[in-house]
């Protein structure tokens, strides 16, 4: 069922799955690079009083691993959450061009929903002869009627 508040959540729910996606991207690269870095050099002091450089080089298994399963770990959580707000995303969508024979209500829930527009923006759009408050109330009387109709059914 969808309702204003999953409605008003839109373009927040668009903008999060970019962001998940850029995220989940660039979490594979670091994999990669981790994995294409092959072995570490480092220098340490030692011997003689500590005046002595011995430079160490090595492949940090132990700490690669640590990392990958972080980040795969990390990863899997940003999937499910991305394939979460894909469902809501689709609902949101499905609701829209499910509505029948209702061209007004489609053209404010895009307007409004979809656009991101106010409401002030919205009734502009409709013309003359539709305030603010008349364009709220023919979608809230919609929505509370479709709510009611999804009770009943249930």
Known sequence: ???????????????????????????????AKMESEGTVIDSVKGGFGGIQRFVIEGFPNDDIEIRR?????????????????????????????SIPNNSPIRMIVRLRYIENLQWDEVASRFGAGYSEDAVKKMFYRYIEKENQKETVKN
């Not at 991305?82 to 499905?94: F, T």
């Open 1 to 31: 069922m969808v309702t204003k508040e999953l409605l008003s959540q839109y373009t927040s729910l668009l903008k999060e799955r970019e962001e998940i996606e850029t995220s989940i991207e660039r979490l594979e690269k670091r994999i």
């Open 69 to 97: 399963g972080l980040l795969r770990i990390r990863k899997k959580h940003l999937e499910l959450l991305n394939n979460r707000i894909l469902a809501q995303i689709n609902e949101i969508e499905a609701f829209l061009w």
